[in-house]
């Protein structure tokens, strides 16, 4: 892509406009996007211009400017997390039934932990995960999934921090989350209690995909005193069944 006049590529100004949207910021008016992007008003007025025209954004009635639902369509097509929540989901619905607690699938994508899917019912406690949205990988019991059975770069990569508090819990230094990784390969399983919210204990289990690699983490968020052994029973059912249903065979 040719590059503008500051240095930047099309495909940076362009990702930089749909970066500004969030899981709770899905509607902006195309000044505050071209804020956000750090664009020139004129120049963001034209690439979202560009966007719309393309059905990538939308705009409302009252001119703001959302997520089409053409980048949707494009971003589900052959997509392997497409895959992975269709296959887990059904596994997904049975433990929420069971436990009546939030019960989320997370994947690991630019160092994070992002969230595919998350159930939750009216009795579901508190919980700062959302669709679409990221955590930590040190701090989140699916970021801790995800990052014990991770390539060894990815893991020195995040040890050498900053490994920045969440809550008081929180394991902040070098040498206690290696060994807390050391013990989630073993285990197989992570139980986290308040490193998220002071509330809540996250608990999570791997998802192997058919060549025995670890794709996925799944989990669920109980009140801070619950006791974890059921969930945990429930999560590493339900993870071998969508194991299964993704030709993994132990």
């Known amino acids: 892509m040719a590059n503008s006049s500051s240095g930047d590529s099309v495909t940076d100004r362009l990702l930089r406009v749909l970066e500004t949207f969030t899981p709770t910021r899905t509607v902006q008016t195309a000044a505050e996007i071209g804020r956000r992007a750090g664009l020139p008003p004129s120049t963001a007025h034209r690439v979202v211009g560009e966007l719309v025209a393309a059905g990538l954004l939308e705009r409302d009635e009252d001119r703001r400017i959302r997520i089409g639902m053409r980048l949707w369509e494009l971003a589900t097509r052959s997509s392997h997390a497409l895959r992975l929540r269709q ?48 955590l930590p990988l040190h701090a989140s019991s699916s970021g801790l999934v995800l990052l014990a059975f991770g390539t060894r770069d990815l893991q020195e990569r995040i040890l050498a921090g900053p490994l ?76 071998r069944d969508i194991e299964r249903s993704l030709g993994f065979r132990r």
């Open 87 to 134: 296959a887990a989901m059904p596994s997904m619905e049975r433990v929420q039934s069971r436990l009546r607690e939030h019960t989320q699938l997370a994947i690991l994508e630019q160092d994070e932990a992002l969230f595919l899917e998350r159930l939750s019912g009216p009795e579901s406690g508190a919980n700062v995960t959302r669709i679409a949205g990221r």
């Open 164 to 239: 920045a508090p969440v809550t008081r819990e929180t394991i902040t230094e070098a040498g206690a989350l290696r060994r807390a990784l050391a013990d989630i390969r073993r285990l197989g399983h992570v139980v986290a209690p308040g490193y998220i919210e002071d509330v809540s204990t996250g608990v999570a289990v791997p998802i192997r995909d058919e060549t025995g690699a670890v794709i996925a983490a799944l989990s669920a968020v109980l009140p801070r005193d619950a006791q974890t052994d059921i969930a945990l029973y429930e999560l590493h059912a339900a993870a």
